[in-house]
């Protein structure tokens, strides 16, 4: 991520428009800070989980182990929290691995967009549609201090568009990602998501 934006900067500084370059830095910083707060939610969510297993699995191995002696039953509690431990290590190794690369993805599709602008044609993304609640679709959210009458804010909404095919296939393959979005300092977030009714 850090080369993605080192080269982004390098690239802007070169062509002299520091107007384009302070956007997308904050936009940068804007996703960097986002991606930050899901990890670690996502992380607090999966210790969660181990520690609630490692009391269920005690729970019922007192249940089922009157019978045997102390010293047993602490060998086999003390093997099975190990092992149940690293499986949810590995699992949520694997949640962040993916995670990880589903941000990379939509970062580098909002890269491109910034970066060449005159590659893209303008794509305005509807607002969320109550009647496609349950089916994965893309809408876009407004913010109080975007104005979509604003030319200037909706150039760059309408710009943001072309990543909304991004955003879809993400969701759509991202077996464990609720929401899949990204969302401009303008104050707009394109989403793809389920819950359309709910906005």
């Not at 509807?126 to 979509?148: C, H, K, M, R, T």
Request: negative net charge.
């Amino acid at each position: 991520m850090e080369n993605i934006v080192r080269k982004l900067r390098n690239r802007l500084h070169s062509e002299g428009d520091r107007s384009l370059s302070f956007r997308i830095a904050v936009s940068m910083t804007t996703l960097v800070i986002v991606v930050m707060v899901i990890v670690t939610t996502v992380f607090a969510i999966a210790a969660g989980q181990i520690f609630d297993t490692v009391q269920e699995s005690n729970r019922k191995m007192s249940e089922t182990s009157l019978g045997e002696s102390l010293v047993t039953i602490g060998e086999m509690t003390l093997d099975r929290m190990i092992g149940m431990a690293v499986d949810k290590a590995e699992t949520a190794d694997q949640l962040f691995r993916e995670f990880e690369v589903s941000v990379s993805v939509v970062a580098a599709a909002a890269e491109q967009v910034y970066s060449h602008p005159e590659r893209y044609r303008s794509r305005p993304v509807s607002l969320p549609d109550p009647e496609q609640n349950g089916a994965l679709s893309v809408q876009i959210l407004y913010s109080p201090e975007f104005d979509p009458d604003d030319p200037a804010d909706a150039a760059e909404a309408d710009l943001l568009g072309n990543i909304a095919d991004t955003l879809y296939a993400v969701n759509e393959h991202g077996s464990n990602l609720a929401s899949v979005y990204y969302s401009s300092e303008r104050g707009f977030t394109i989403i793809a998501d389920y819950i359309s009714s709910n906005k």
